[in-house]
T-cell receptor, first 113, second 112 residues
C-alpha cells in the first residue's frame, strides 16, 4: 500500500518568513495530493491540493509543488502570519478506483511574532 | 448544510464497555471514512465505505466494526473498549475520487 513520509515534524519560523514542508510517497500510481490544516482542537480542513498532471499550484500565499519522478511534493507558505500556526498534513490517494487517502504524520508549524 | 456531524463530542468509557460513534453527512457524498488521530501518528484509517452498502477495512480495523446505514450515515462501534482505543475519532465524507474529504468535528474518547 501507499506510504507517505512527512518532514519536519515541527517547524518554527519568524513572522513574515517562508515555511516549507516536504512529503514523499511510495506508490507511483498515486494521482491526487491534498494538504490539510488542523488548528488546535479543530477538524482538518483542505487548504490546497494538486493532481499528477500539474507540477505546481498556487493560491495566494500558499503553493504546492509536485515531482512525480522523485515521488515528492512540498507545501510552501510565504509571508507567514500568526494565523498560519497549526498542524499541517499531506496525503496521497491510492488510485485504482480506490478513494482512500494515506496521510503523513503531520508538521506542527509555529509562527514566532 | 450542516456538513459532517458526529455524536458524541466527548465520551469516557471503562475497559470492556461498548459504544457506537455516530456520523452523518448531508452533502450526498458517496464515500465515508472513519479515522483515529493519536499524537505524532497523523490520521489513520480505521474503516471506509466507498458507497452505500459497502464497507472495507483500513489500516487499523482491529477492535472496531462499522455500519453504513444509508447514504447519509456511517457508524463506528467499539464492542469491548480498551485503553489503546483512547483517541480522537474523525468521520469524513468525499464526493468522489480525487476530491476533497470533509471532516466532522471529532469525538474525543477516553477509555480507562
Amino acid at each position: 500500500g501507499e506510504n507517505v513520509e512527512q518532514h519536519p515534524s515541527t517547524l518554527s519560523v519568524q513572522e513574515g518568513d517562508s515555511a516549507v514542508i516536504k512529503c514523499t510517497y511510495s506508490d507511483s500510481a498515486s494521482n491526487y495530493f491534498p494538504w490539510y490544516k488542523q488548528e488546535l482542537g479543530k477538524r482538518p480542513q483542505l487548504i490546497i491540493d494538486i493532481r499528477s498532471n500539474v507540477g505546481e499550484k498556487k493560491d495566494q500565499r500558499i503553493a504546492v509543488t509536485l515531482n512525480k519522478t522523485a515521488k515528492h511534493f512540498s507545501l510552501h507558505i510565504t509571508e507567514t502570519q500568526p494565523e498560519d500556526s497549526a498542524v499541517y498534513f499531506c496525503a496521497a490517494d491510492t488510485n485504482f478506483g480506490n478513494e482512500k487517502l494515506t496521510f503523513g504524520t503531520g508538521t506542527r508549524l509555529t509562527i514566532i511574532p | 448544510n450542516a456538513g459532517v456531524t458526529q455524536t458524541p463530542k466527548f465520551q469516557v468509557l471503562k475497559t470492556g464497555q461498548s459504544m457506537t460513534l455516530q456520523c452523518a453527512q448531508d452533502m450526498n457524498h458517496n464515500s465515508m471514512y472513519w479515522y483515529r488521530q493519536d499524537p505524532g501518528m497523523g490520521l489513520r484509517l480505521i474503516y471506509y465505505s466507498a458507497s452505500e452498502g459497502t464497507t472495507d477495512k483500513g489500516e487499523v480495523p482491529n477492535g472496531y466494526n462499522v455500519s453504513r446505514l444509508n447514504k447519509r450515515e456511517f457508524s463506528l462501534r467499539l464492542e469491548s473498549a480498551a485503553p489503546s482505543q483512547t483517541s480522537v475519532y474523525f468521520c469524513a465524507s468525499q464526493p468522489g475520487q480525487g476530491t476533497e474529504q470533509y471532516f466532522g468535528p471529532g469525538t474525543r474518547l477516553t477509555v480507562t
